[in-house]
């Protein structure tokens, strides 16, 4: 990421300097773009499908001011934290939330080493806002929606994320360590971008963490969760999703492009 990108990047999630390549500024960096940038798919049922290429992506989540899901949003989120000064690398994960069987790899996350030790920082996991965190097992932290987060060692996939809202501890997602070459993105953003029945080709979705909780947009349903409490209401029509997607989501959709999406 230039110099002049990386100084759009931060006017987008609203940061006015640059923050120092520690933790506090990795906190900071990924606090913001969560905060800013929509979680999103909806380039797919759109028919465009999804360019990781760095000029594609700085072009739709920065100057277009749209979002993106994983490999979008933490691709975008690695090129900035490099341009920091931090030393960060790409990983996959499993996704275990909702998941009946053993999921494919079909997420992405950054690691991220600070004065040697490693953290984990994810700025593209859809819904509720989910910490940087040092990779150490059992070792809760906790975000400003009363959520917990947590790390433990797991003896069939590595590391896994499991979060408690007040339910209990519930699995997100796992990883390994592993290096992650581009190739490896590349077939886990084509096969959840394309795989019929899947997720991300079925659903229209946004999601959008927010400074308490999270709001949720899947198809024609929208839920607004503040404080742990949900609130959900039915899309009315059109209009009233595309004020739903620039009101909540701070997205910009045409009247032809929500058409598009078939859902009315």
């Known amino acids: 990421m230039r110099p002049d990108q990386l100084a759009a990047y931060l006017g987008r999630i609203g940061l006015d300097q640059a923050p120092a390549a520690d933790f506090e500024g990795l906190v900071a960096v990924q606090r913001a773009h ?8 909806l380039d797919i049922p759109l028919g465009r499908g999804i360019d990781l290429a760095p000029d594609a992506l700085f072009g739709k989540l920065v100057e277009r001011r749209r979002g993106g899901y994983c490999f979008e949003q933490n691709a975008l989120f690695l090129a900035a934290l490099g341009a920091l000064g931090f030393e960060a690398r790409p990983l996959l994960a499993r996704v275990w939330l909702m998941a009946e069987r053993t999921p494919p790899c079909t997420h992405t996350l950054n ?5 040697g030790a490693d ?3 994810d700025a593209g996991f859809g819904g509720s806002y989910t ?3 040092p990779l150490a097992a059992n070792a809760p932290v906790a975000t400003p929606d009363g959520a917990r987060h947590r790390l433990l060692e797991d003896a069939e996939h590595g590391w896994m994320l499991e979060r408690d809202s007040g339910a209990g501890w519930a699995p997100q997602y796992s990883f390994t360590l592993g290096r992650i070459w ?5 077939i886990g953003n084509h096969w959840t971008a394309t795989r019929p029945g899947s997720r991300f080709t079925t659903l229209r979705i946004a999601s959008r963490a927010l400074p308490d909780g999270y709001a949720s947009l899947v ?6 969760s503040r ?8 899309v009315a029509d059109a209009a009233d999703y595309r004020a739903i997607l620039a009101g909540t989501f701070d997205l910009e959709l045409a009247e032809a492009e929500v058409e598009a999406l078939g859902l009315f």
Do not use: K, S, Y
């Open 34 to 41: 969560r905060l800013a940038i929509a979680f999103e798919n």
């Open 111 to 115: 690691l991220v080493r600070i004065g």
């Open 119 to 121: 953290h984990i920082a």
């Open 131 to 133: 910490p940087p965190m």
């Open 182 to 186: 581009p190739a490896d993105l590349e």
């Open 219 to 224: 198809d024609r349903t929208l839920t607004v």
């Open 227 to 234: 404080d742990n409490r949900p609130q959900v209401r039915q």
